[in-house]
């Protein structure tokens, strides 16, 4: 809708978002809007490295509390594995060879000269060809992979 908007001097203005009312019995979903509320269903064709991937979330969402808080701790235990691992191979090799992310570069913004980290787009080429070879095994439960809820046939 258009209209004069006086207390910024007349100028036309038009509404650009309206928000949504909320889910019924918003207390039983910590008050999450329907967009939060499904943010980490599966998709078929992400990359295994994706954080919807993650098997302790499913495992909590279904609400196995104990098995989600072991699996948090396994993963996790993995993840400082696989860092001490590249720390040591840095110290075998003698060159100060630094974690590079697989889909963002950092460059320097042309604005601020601060670091930032850009997105390559190389993440859509790879989905769009399920070529995922270049993502580390970081999930490797058989039980969440056999039941994540996707198609993999």
Same mark, same amino acid.
């Given at each position: 809708?258009?209209?004069? /908007?006086?207390?910024?001097?007349? &100028?036309?203005?038009?509404?650009?978002? %309206? =928000?949504?009312?909320?889910?019924? &019995?918003?207390? +039983?979903?910590?008050?999450? *809007?329907?967009?939060?509320? #499904?943010?980490?269903?599966?998709?078929?064709?992400?990359?295994? %490295?994706?954080? !919807? !991937?993650?098997?302790?979330?499913?495992?909590?969402? /279904?609400? /196995?509390?104990?098995?989600?808080?072991?699996?948090?701790? =396994?993963?996790?235990?993995?993840?400082?594995?696989?860092?001490?691992?590249?720390e040591a191979q840095i110290v075998i090799e003698g060159t100060p060879a630094k974690?590079?992310?697989?889909?963002? =570069? +950092?460059? %320097?913004?042309?604005?601020?000269?601060?670091?930032?980290? !850009?997105? %390559?787009?190389?993440?859509?080429?790879?989905?769009?060809?399920? *070529?995922?070879? !270049?993502?580390?095994?970081?999930?490797?439960?058989?039980?969440?992979?056999?039941?994540?809820?996707?198609?993999? #046939?």
């Amino acid at each position: 809708s258009s209209g004069i /908007n006086a207390e910024y001097g007349g &100028e036309d203005f038009r509404q650009i978002w %309206t =928000k949504n009312q909320p889910l019924a &019995e918003p207390e +039983k979903i910590y008050h999450f *809007t329907a967009l939060a509320c #499904t943010l980490n269903e599966p998709e078929e064709g992400v990359a295994p %490295t994706d954080s !919807r !991937r993650r098997p302790d979330q499913r495992l909590m969402e /279904n609400q /196995n509390y104990l098995d989600a808080n072991a699996m948090k701790v =396994k993963l996790e235990e993995a993840q400082r594995a696989r860092r001490r691992a590249r720390e040591a191979q840095i110290v075998i090799e003698g060159t100060p060879a630094k974690y590079q992310p697989k889909w963002f =570069k +950092k460059q %320097t913004c042309d604005i601020t000269g601060d670091d930032i980290w !850009r997105f %390559t787009e190389e993440y859509w080429e790879c989905k769009k060809n399920m *070529t995922w070879d !270049r993502c580390p095994v970081i999930y490797e439960d058989e039980a969440y992979v056999q039941d994540d809820g996707l198609d993999e #046939t």
